[in-house]
């Protein structure tokens, strides 16, 4: 071949690379990046949302959560001083005022006190209307009858399984563990009360019964899926103990006695493999908390999200559903390496509220280019006081998920990664799809 004739060669492939849905992803946006945004985002707008993780409710209902948040600091969005407060009170309630001083925030207070009053059981459905989100889970102790069954679904928490002994060396620990112990005793007496039975069984065989049947009796109530909080209370890094062992130490405490720390851990480590194995067997996903969490003890190093991967990467556990809530975050950027496992998902909620919509763009967009088809979004509303409730969280989770949502795409379609149609479906998916398909059926 000549010289001439092999320049021809590599000019007419160089085209072929070059042209269109065959060009080489650009490291930067080009100057429509902003033209794109504004073309998705009214699109996005639209999608109705599957909200994967939620603590509907009233700040006065203990049962939003299955514990209280000791004292901790709090992010800079998440203060009551944000002012973007103000705009979910403009956009939801017709707020009249530019602050939120005391004598202000009384009229908020008082106008959804009159429609908590007006709409009654429809309050809350009424919240996800104006914000297009078509169903949110309903992360609980135990559901309100004051939220519709059709459009909030019950996710239930299973830590309590964990501390049926004595727990005065636990709560001794911390004070964020005198906070959290008795809430967890608490729980675990509410399910020993729905089995009609009036201690736990002496029989630990009997007890891992027992904890089957609540499983059972929620999953027929409605629930969804189960939630772990454990990263709170103790490290997530699991051994693997046997039956034996497990039964041994349930023995010697279940009628008195204070466990140590090590045999307290083997005997939790077993019970929580066997509630993961149970979520496989009954088809009921297991959602575990894997980011940062409130309070002046809770401990990143000890509970970080890499510390489950030898529970995820379990192939005993590759017909349980695993839903990481939260992400990993702020170790989203490794986390979503673990949805790389056919049974593991990454949930965003918080991520949205924590950080601003400039930066969790950055997180998400890893994700999308990652593994798009495994992430859902998810808001963590939560009642956090009468002025700040979950309705506004609910704003504030939705709005900055959008947005960011949208500038992600934006970004990936002027660098030349995807499509304006594919990102449009990939928002369909993180916002709705991908979530719905994990439950069989029992969400639409």
Same mark, same amino acid.
């Given at each position: 071949?000549?010289?001439?004739?092999?320049?021809?060669?590599?000019?007419?492939?160089? &085209?072929?690379?070059?042209?269109?849905?065959? +060009?080489?992803?650009?490291?930067?946006?080009?100057?429509?990046?902003?033209?794109?945004?504004?073309?998705?985002?009214?699109?996005?707008?639209?999608?109705?949302?599957?909200?994967?993780?939620?603590?509907?409710?009233?700040?006065?209902?203990?049962?939003?959560? +299955?514990m209280a948040s000791p004292p901790g600091s709090v992010a800079l969005r998440e203060r009551d001083s944000n002012p973007e407060l103000i705009s979910a009170a403009?956009?939801?309630?017709? %707020?009249?005022?530019?602050?939120?001083?005391?004598?202000?925030?009384?009229?908020?207070?008082?106008?959804? +006190?009159?429609?908590?009053? /007006?709409?009654? =059981?429809?309050?809350? &459905?009424?919240?996800?209307?104006?914000?297009?989100?078509?169903?949110?889970? +309903?992360?609980?102790?135990?559901?309100?009858?004051?939220?519709?069954?059709?459009?909030?679904?019950w996710v239930f928490f299973a830590d309590s399984f964990m501390w049926p002994f004595n727990n005065q060396r636990e709560r001794a620990r911390n004070p964020d563990q005198e906070v959290y112990m008795p809430l967890q005793e608490k729980m675990l007496h509410r399910w020993i009360q729905q089995e009609?039975?009036?201690? $736990?069984?002496?029989?630990?065989? $009997?007890? #891992?019964?027992?904890?089957?049947?609540?499983?059972?009796?929620?999953?027929? !109530?409605?629930?969804? /899926?189960? !939630?772990?909080?454990?990263?709170?209370?103790?490290? =997530? !890094?699991?051994?693997?103990?046997?039956?034996?062992? /497990?039964?041994?130490? *349930? =023995?010697?405490?279940?009628?008195?006695?204070?466990? &140590?720390?090590?045999? *307290?851990?083997?005997?939790?480590?077993?019970?929580?493999?066997?509630?993961?194995?149970? @979520?496989?067997?009954?088809? #009921?996903?297991?959602?575990?908390?894997?980011?940062?969490?409130?309070?002046? %003890?809770?401990? $990143?190093?000890?509970?970080?999200?890499?510390?489950?991967?030898?529970?995820?990467?379990?192939?005993?556990?590759?017909?349980?559903?695993?839903?990481?809530?939260?992400? @990993? %975050?702020?170790?989203?950027?490794?986390?979503?390496?673990?949805?790389?496992?056919?049974?593991?998902?990454?949930?965003? &909620?918080?991520?949205?509220?924590?950080?601003?919509?400039?930066?969790?763009?950055?997180?998400?967009?890893?994700? #999308?280019?990652?593994?798009?088809?495994?992430?859902?979004?998810?808001?963590?509303?939560?009642? *956090?006081?009468?002025?700040?409730?979950?309705?506004?969280? %609910?704003?504030?989770?939705?709005?900055?998920?959008?947005?960011?949502?949208? /500038?992600?795409?934006?970004?990936?379609?002027?660098? @030349?990664?995807?499509?304006?149609?594919?990102? $449009?479906?990939?928002?369909?998916?993180?916002?709705?799809?991908?979530?719905?398909?994990? *439950?069989? @059926?029992?969400?639409?």
């Open positions: 071949m000549s010289l001439r004739l092999q320049m021809l060669v590599g000019v007419i492939a160089l &085209s072929a690379w070059s042209a269109p849905g065959m +060009a080489q992803a650009r490291p930067f946006p080009g100057p429509d990046v902003q033209q794109i945004y504004q073309r998705l985002l009214p699109q996005i707008e639209k999608i109705p949302i599957f909200d994967h993780h939620a603590h509907p409710g009233f700040p006065e209902d203990t049962d939003v959560d +299955a403009k956009a939801l309630f017709g %707020y009249p005022y530019n602050d939120l001083s005391p004598d202000h925030a009384k009229w908020l207070v008082q106008k959804k +006190a009159e429609l908590k009053k /007006a709409q009654g =059981t429809a309050y809350f &459905s009424n919240l996800l209307d104006k914000l297009n989100v078509d169903k949110s889970v +309903a992360n609980r102790a135990m559901m309100a009858d004051y939220l519709d069954p059709k459009r909030f679904v009609g039975i009036s201690k $736990l069984p002496d029989n630990f065989g $009997l007890y #891992l019964q027992f904890i089957t049947r609540v499983l059972e009796d929620n999953q027929k !109530k409605g629930a969804i /899926a189960m !939630k772990f909080e454990v990263a709170y209370f103790r490290p =997530t !890094k699991f051994s693997d103990p046997s039956y034996d062992q /497990a039964q041994d130490i *349930y =023995t010697r405490y279940v009628a008195g006695g204070i466990p &140590s720390t090590q045999d *307290y851990r083997t005997f939790q480590d077993f019970i929580f493999r066997y509630l993961v194995k149970e @979520g496989g067997r009954l088809h #009921l996903p297991v959602h575990i908390h894997s980011c940062v969490g409130v309070g002046d %003890y809770f401990s $990143l190093s000890e509970s970080g999200i890499m510390n489950l991967e030898n529970v995820l990467r379990d192939p005993r556990y590759s017909g349980t559903t695993f839903v990481m809530i939260h992400g @990993g %975050y702020p170790f989203e950027r490794e986390a979503i390496w673990l949805a790389a496992v056919k049974n593991v998902y990454m949930e965003s &909620s918080y991520q949205e509220i924590a950080m601003y919509p400039s930066e969790f763009k950055h997180s998400l967009k890893q994700w #999308l280019e990652t593994f798009p088809d495994k992430i859902t979004f998810g808001t963590d509303s939560f009642p *956090y006081n009468e002025v700040l409730g979950a309705e506004e969280s %609910y704003w504030l989770g939705i709005q900055s998920g959008r947005t960011a949502l949208a /500038a992600a795409l934006a970004e990936m379609v002027s660098e @030349g990664e995807v499509s304006e149609a594919k990102a $449009l479906e990939m928002a369909r998916a993180y916002l709705h799809d991908t979530a719905v398909g994990l *439950y069989e @059926g029992k969400v639409h």
